[in-house]
């Protein structure tokens, strides 16, 4: 009875030639693919679609028009589905963003939300705002991507209106929340600006059994990752850190990585945060100098250097001078173009 009834759901494909109104068709072939299956998430639904060995999968499901996000088990991306949708899906996780694309009925709405993730990606970088020096240049800036990014929503009246609106709505958060945090960053270049002292550390906790100052790394350069082993992003970094230490490891530069792990996060323990950034240390084979923050988020060091959020990586030169407050992380590239402009 069941193989029957699954006949009879594909009938309107092999009898007629015509969509069903009452469900969706999802399939696709996917590169170099990152798990055995592919999640649709929304509000009230999450969809577990199997994904062959070959990378290829289909399956069909009745669905509530809107924008999903669609997860591959390591990243995501944005979709709009609705009941009578029949989409083709292609991509390669090597370059996730890069390469989707969509085809059969109802493929303009998925492709805009995906030309839309590259294009304010590419508007709203972190990296070549955070290099305006002064509050009216960012403004000027986020004024200027705003109007852009308004002409690109008008771009494509072909697509729902639902997804348009949304994203009109959405723009002067986004931007705002951007806005914030690059002033964040403006006002710490000026607070801790380049060439003043450092803040220091004194006799942290490393984790070989001895403790470590920053004045007994004078004479190298500094480069400071502040992280946690529960934070995400933090861990995210850490095989493009181990590139960026191999890659310099004969020259005058010390790798110092700072667990802020605290009470807070462990249970109420501080033996516990202990333990568990042990553990990662040792479960990770991270390299460089392995420092335990004696006091979390409220160590001196920390809050000297204004951090509210992780990881944040400091440059600091051989004679305890203050490099970058908030240097580039090891998987930007800026990072290297930035060491190398200097006299290692």
């Known amino acids: 009875m069941k193989h029957l009834l699954l006949l009879f759901a594909f009938l309107p494909f092999i009898s007629f030639g015509q969509t069903s109104t009452d469900y969706m068709s999802l399939s696709g072939q996917i590169t170099e693919k990152s798990s055995d299956s592919l999640v649709v998430r929304g509000r009230n639904i999450k969809k577990t679609i199997r994904v062959n060995a070959d990378g290829t999968f289909r399956d069909t499901f009745s669905i509530t028009p809107g924008i999903y996000n669609l997860y591959d088990g390591n990243e995501s991306t944005s979709i709009f589905l609705r009941n009578g949708f029949d989409l083709h899906l292609t991509l390669d996780t090597r370059e996730f963003d890069e390469t989707i694309r969509y085809a059969g009925m109802g493929a303009e709405h998925s492709n805009f939300l995906a030309r839309k993730a590259l294009k304010e990606e590419q508007l709203l970088d972190f990296e070549a705002l955070g290099e305006l020096e002064d509050h009216a240049r960012l403004d000027s800036a986020m004024a200027a991507i705003g109007n852009e990014l308004k002409a690109f929503y008008a771009s494509a009246p072909e697509v729902d209106t639902l997804i348009t609106r949304e994203a009109i709505q959405n723009l002067e958060p986004m931007l705002k929340s951007y806005t914030k945090y690059l002033t964040a960053s403006i006002n710490l270049k000026h607070e801790l600006p380049t060439g003043s002292p450092s803040p220091t550390f004194t006799d942290f906790e490393n984790v070989d059994g001895n403790t470590t100052s920053l004045s007994d790394l004078k004479g190298h350069y500094v480069y400071v990752d502040v992280w946690a082993t529960w934070c995400g992003p933090c861990k995210a970094e850490i095989p493009h850190l181990k590139e960026v230490e191999q890659a310099y490891h004969d020259r005058n530069i010390r790798f110092v990585s700072m667990s802020i792990d605290d009470d807070r996060t462990h249970d109420g323990s501080w033996d516990k945060a202990r333990e568990d950034w042990k553990a990662m240390v040792a479960d990770k084979e991270l390299g460089g100098i392995q420092l335990f923050a004696p006091n979390g988020w409220k ?29 580039p992380r090891p998987s930007s590239n800026k990072l290297k173009e930035l060491l190398d402009s200097l006299d290692l």
């Open 299 to 327: 160590t001196d060091f920390v809050t000297a250097y204004k951090i509210n959020g992780i990881p944040r990586f400091i440059l600091i030169d051989p004679d305890g001078n203050i490099v970058s407050p908030d240097a």
